[in-house]
Protein backbone atom coordinates (compact mmCIF):
# COMPACT_ATOMS: atom_id res chain seq x y z
CA UNK A 1 0.00 0.00 0.00
CA UNK A 2 1.29 3.67 -0.43
CA UNK A 3 2.09 5.85 2.17
CA UNK A 4 -0.53 7.90 3.06
CA UNK A 5 -0.04 11.52 1.80
CA UNK A 6 -2.01 14.75 2.68
CA UNK A 7 -1.34 18.66 1.27
CA UNK A 8 -1.33 21.05 4.35
CA UNK A 9 -1.42 24.47 3.73
CA UNK A 10 -1.50 26.31 7.42
CA UNK A 11 -0.95 25.23 10.95
CA UNK A 12 -4.10 24.78 11.58
CA UNK A 13 -3.88 21.95 9.27
CA UNK A 14 -1.14 20.57 10.26
CA UNK A 15 -2.63 20.74 13.88
CA UNK A 16 -5.04 18.45 12.42
CA UNK A 17 -3.18 16.06 11.00
CA UNK A 18 -1.15 15.91 14.07
CA UNK A 19 -4.46 14.93 16.42
CA UNK A 20 -5.64 12.36 13.87
CA UNK A 21 -2.61 10.04 14.27
CA UNK A 22 -3.34 6.85 16.05
CA UNK A 23 -2.27 6.21 18.76
CA UNK A 24 -1.08 9.69 18.97
CA UNK A 25 -0.42 9.06 22.74
CA UNK A 26 2.62 6.91 21.58
CA UNK A 27 4.42 10.43 20.62
CA UNK A 28 4.76 10.41 16.81
CA UNK A 29 8.58 11.59 15.35
CA UNK A 30 8.50 14.58 12.93
CA UNK A 31 10.87 15.29 10.03
CA UNK A 32 10.77 18.59 7.47
CA UNK A 33 12.56 18.56 4.18
CA UNK A 34 12.21 21.15 1.67
CA UNK A 35 12.28 18.98 -1.29
CA UNK A 36 9.04 16.48 -1.54
CA UNK A 37 11.04 14.19 -3.56
CA UNK A 38 13.58 13.06 -1.12
CA UNK A 39 14.04 9.82 0.10
CA UNK A 40 14.39 9.38 4.26
CA UNK A 41 18.28 7.67 3.97
CA UNK A 42 21.03 9.57 5.50
CA UNK A 43 23.85 11.80 4.17
CA UNK A 44 26.45 9.16 4.44
CA UNK A 45 24.53 6.69 3.06
CA UNK A 46 23.40 9.30 -0.06
CA UNK A 47 27.29 9.76 -1.62
CA UNK A 48 29.71 7.59 0.60
CA UNK A 49 30.45 3.90 0.24
CA UNK A 50 30.75 1.81 3.71
CA UNK A 51 34.54 2.58 3.54
CA UNK A 52 34.60 6.23 3.40
CA UNK A 53 32.46 6.37 5.72
CA UNK A 54 34.65 4.34 7.95
CA UNK A 55 37.25 6.73 6.69
CA UNK A 56 35.44 9.91 7.67
CA UNK A 57 34.57 8.68 11.20
CA UNK A 58 37.53 7.45 12.12
CA UNK A 59 39.69 10.32 11.01
CA UNK A 60 37.35 12.37 12.63
CA UNK A 61 38.03 10.70 16.05
CA UNK A 62 41.84 10.85 15.88
CA UNK A 63 41.78 14.67 15.04
CA UNK A 64 38.52 16.11 17.10
CA UNK A 65 40.40 15.81 20.33
CA UNK A 66 42.77 19.10 19.54
CA UNK A 67 39.66 21.10 18.56
CA UNK A 68 36.92 19.91 21.18
CA UNK A 69 37.06 20.07 24.78
CA UNK A 70 34.89 16.71 25.56
CA UNK A 71 35.13 14.48 23.42
CA UNK A 72 33.52 10.83 24.14
CA UNK A 73 35.72 7.99 25.22
CA UNK A 74 37.27 5.77 22.39
CA UNK A 75 35.14 3.21 22.68
CA UNK A 76 31.54 5.26 23.07
CA UNK A 77 30.74 4.89 19.76
CA UNK A 78 26.90 6.31 19.58
CA UNK A 79 28.87 9.34 21.43
CA UNK A 80 31.19 9.94 18.57
CA UNK A 81 28.69 9.55 16.28
CA UNK A 82 25.87 11.81 18.09
CA UNK A 83 29.10 14.52 17.85
CA UNK A 84 30.04 13.96 14.17
CA UNK A 85 25.84 13.99 13.44
CA UNK A 86 25.91 17.31 15.43
CA UNK A 87 28.88 19.45 13.40
CA UNK A 88 27.49 18.09 10.44
CA UNK A 89 29.57 15.62 8.95
CA UNK A 90 27.81 12.79 6.87
CA UNK A 91 26.59 10.27 9.24
CA UNK A 92 24.18 6.85 9.34
CA UNK A 93 21.89 9.28 11.57
CA UNK A 94 18.45 11.08 10.25
CA UNK A 95 17.33 14.02 12.62
CA UNK A 96 14.04 14.05 13.66
CA UNK A 97 12.02 15.86 16.49
CA UNK A 98 9.05 15.27 18.62
CA UNK A 99 7.67 18.75 17.55
CA UNK A 100 5.87 18.79 14.46
CA UNK A 101 6.16 22.92 14.72
CA UNK A 102 10.09 22.29 14.66
CA UNK A 103 9.62 20.08 12.01
CA UNK A 104 7.73 22.01 9.43
CA UNK A 105 9.80 24.95 10.29
CA UNK A 106 12.78 22.74 9.06
CA UNK A 107 10.81 22.51 5.94
CA UNK A 108 9.66 25.93 4.79
CA UNK A 109 12.60 27.96 6.24
CA UNK A 110 14.39 29.13 3.05
CA UNK A 111 18.35 28.98 4.58
CA UNK A 112 17.71 25.39 4.29
CA UNK A 113 16.51 25.28 0.80
CA UNK A 114 19.72 24.02 -1.29
CA UNK A 115 20.61 26.24 -4.54
CA UNK A 116 20.27 23.54 -6.88
CA UNK A 117 16.24 23.17 -5.88
CA UNK A 118 13.46 25.10 -8.18
CA UNK A 119 11.06 27.84 -6.63
CA UNK A 120 8.30 25.06 -7.91
CA UNK A 121 9.15 21.99 -5.80
CA UNK A 122 7.24 21.01 -2.58
CA UNK A 123 8.34 21.00 0.90
CA UNK A 124 6.98 17.87 3.31
CA UNK A 125 6.89 17.24 6.18
CA UNK A 126 7.02 13.08 7.53
CA UNK A 127 5.63 11.64 10.70
CA UNK A 128 6.82 8.01 11.92
CA UNK A 129 5.79 5.68 14.57
CA UNK A 130 8.90 5.11 15.99
CA UNK A 131 7.83 2.51 17.84
CA UNK A 132 5.95 0.62 15.62
CA UNK A 133 9.23 0.71 13.18
CA UNK A 134 11.39 -0.66 15.65
CA UNK A 135 9.33 -3.58 16.13
CA UNK A 136 9.04 -4.38 12.39
CA UNK A 137 12.55 -4.37 12.53
CA UNK A 138 13.10 -6.69 15.24
CA UNK A 139 13.43 -4.77 18.24
CA UNK A 140 11.34 -3.90 21.47
CA UNK A 141 8.49 -1.81 20.61
CA UNK A 142 10.23 1.12 22.51
CA UNK A 143 12.12 3.70 22.22
CA UNK A 144 15.73 3.30 23.77
CA UNK A 145 18.12 6.53 24.41
CA UNK A 146 20.88 5.55 21.09
CA UNK A 147 23.85 4.62 23.77
CA UNK A 148 21.44 1.54 24.42
CA UNK A 149 23.14 -1.79 23.77
CA UNK A 150 20.59 -3.36 21.39
CA UNK A 151 21.53 -0.59 18.78
CA UNK A 152 25.09 -1.30 19.32
CA UNK A 153 24.82 -3.59 16.05
CA UNK A 154 23.57 -0.92 14.07
CA UNK A 155 26.24 1.93 14.91
CA UNK A 156 29.51 -0.48 15.26
CA UNK A 157 30.00 -1.13 11.52
CA UNK A 158 30.65 2.80 11.11
CA UNK A 159 33.77 2.74 12.61
CA UNK A 160 34.45 -1.32 12.26
CA UNK A 161 34.67 -3.68 9.28
CA UNK A 162 31.54 -5.55 10.90
CA UNK A 163 28.45 -6.73 9.43
CA UNK A 164 25.66 -4.58 8.74
CA UNK A 165 22.49 -5.53 10.75
CA UNK A 166 20.63 -4.21 7.87
CA UNK A 167 17.78 -3.04 9.65
CA UNK A 168 16.78 0.77 11.08
CA UNK A 169 16.38 1.58 14.79
CA UNK A 170 14.68 4.39 16.34
CA UNK A 171 16.69 6.13 19.53
CA UNK A 172 16.35 8.79 21.85
CA UNK A 173 18.87 11.39 21.17
CA UNK A 174 21.15 11.86 24.68
CA UNK A 175 21.14 15.26 25.27
CA UNK A 176 24.70 16.64 25.30
CA UNK A 177 23.82 20.13 23.84
CA UNK A 178 20.85 22.73 24.33
CA UNK A 179 20.52 22.47 21.14
CA UNK A 180 19.04 18.66 21.36
CA UNK A 181 16.39 19.95 24.16
CA UNK A 182 15.48 22.84 22.22
CA UNK A 183 14.46 20.62 18.99
CA UNK A 184 13.14 17.84 20.80
CA UNK A 185 15.33 15.86 18.90
CA UNK A 186 15.88 11.92 18.08
CA UNK A 187 17.31 9.71 15.54
CA UNK A 188 16.87 6.88 12.84
CA UNK A 189 19.95 5.02 13.01
CA UNK A 190 20.13 3.63 9.37
CA UNK A 191 22.46 -0.13 9.35
CA UNK A 192 20.05 -0.10 5.92
CA UNK A 193 20.90 1.37 2.50
CA UNK A 194 16.89 1.24 1.41
CA UNK A 195 15.54 4.77 2.32
CA UNK A 196 12.59 3.99 5.37
CA UNK A 197 10.31 5.02 3.00
CA UNK A 198 10.68 2.02 0.41
CA UNK A 199 10.47 -0.68 2.84
CA UNK A 200 7.94 -3.27 2.92
CA UNK A 201 5.47 -1.65 5.56
CA UNK A 202 6.41 1.75 5.82
CA UNK A 203 3.03 2.58 5.22
CA UNK A 204 1.72 1.21 8.60
CA UNK A 205 4.80 3.82 10.81
CA UNK A 206 4.74 6.82 8.04
CA UNK A 207 2.73 9.32 6.98
CA UNK A 208 3.72 12.32 4.41
CA UNK A 209 2.35 15.76 4.72
CA UNK A 210 3.42 18.07 1.72
CA UNK A 211 3.34 21.94 1.98
CA UNK A 212 3.24 22.77 -1.73
CA UNK A 213 5.36 25.37 -3.39
CA UNK A 214 2.46 27.96 -3.38
CA UNK A 215 2.40 27.76 0.13
CA UNK A 216 5.24 27.40 1.64
CA UNK A 217 6.05 31.53 1.94
CA UNK A 218 2.68 31.75 4.08
CA UNK A 219 3.44 29.17 5.97
CA UNK A 220 6.77 29.93 7.04
CA UNK A 221 5.34 33.34 7.94
CA UNK A 222 2.70 31.79 10.23
CA UNK A 223 5.19 29.85 11.98
CA UNK A 224 7.29 32.57 12.60
CA UNK A 225 4.94 34.80 13.84
CA UNK A 226 3.91 31.67 16.29
CA UNK A 227 7.53 31.98 17.61
CA UNK A 228 9.06 29.15 15.57
CA UNK A 229 12.19 30.83 14.93
CA UNK A 230 16.00 30.00 14.48
CA UNK A 231 17.37 31.67 17.31
CA UNK A 232 14.78 29.96 19.59
CA UNK A 233 16.12 26.82 18.31
CA UNK A 234 19.67 27.31 17.97
CA UNK A 235 21.12 29.13 20.96
CA UNK A 236 24.07 30.80 19.57
CA UNK A 237 25.52 34.32 18.47
CA UNK A 238 25.26 32.36 14.30
CA UNK A 239 21.39 31.94 14.61
CA UNK A 240 21.03 35.37 16.06
CA UNK A 241 23.04 36.99 13.31
CA UNK A 242 21.29 34.83 10.62
CA UNK A 243 17.55 36.00 12.14
CA UNK A 244 18.54 39.39 12.78
CA UNK A 245 19.69 39.57 8.56
CA UNK A 246 16.53 37.45 7.59
CA UNK A 247 14.27 40.61 10.07
CA UNK A 248 16.56 43.82 8.60
CA UNK A 249 17.72 43.70 5.40
CA UNK A 250 19.30 46.63 4.13
CA UNK A 251 17.48 49.95 2.49
CA UNK A 252 18.30 51.11 -0.95
CA UNK A 253 20.39 53.91 0.01
CA UNK A 254 21.49 54.98 -3.84
CA UNK A 255 20.11 58.28 -5.28
Not at 78 to 92: D, F, I, K, S, V
Not at 151 to 156: A, G, N
Not at 221 to 228: D, F, H, N, S
Request: charged share 25%; aromatic share 10%; glycine share 4%.
Amino acid sequence: MPITEVAIRTVGDLSREVRALVPIEQRWLFRGQTDGCWDLAPSVHRDYTPQQERYLTNEFRVRARSRHFSCPSSDDYPGWLALMQHYGLPTRLLDWTYSPLIAAFFSVHPDYVPRTQTSTRDACVWALDGRKLNESQGFEPLIFPLDASSYEPLIVPAFKNRDELNSVGVAMAIEHDPRIQLQQGAFTIHSCRTPINRVAGAEEWLRRWIVRSTDIAAFFEELTALGIRKYTLFPDLSALTSELKSIHRPGNTRP
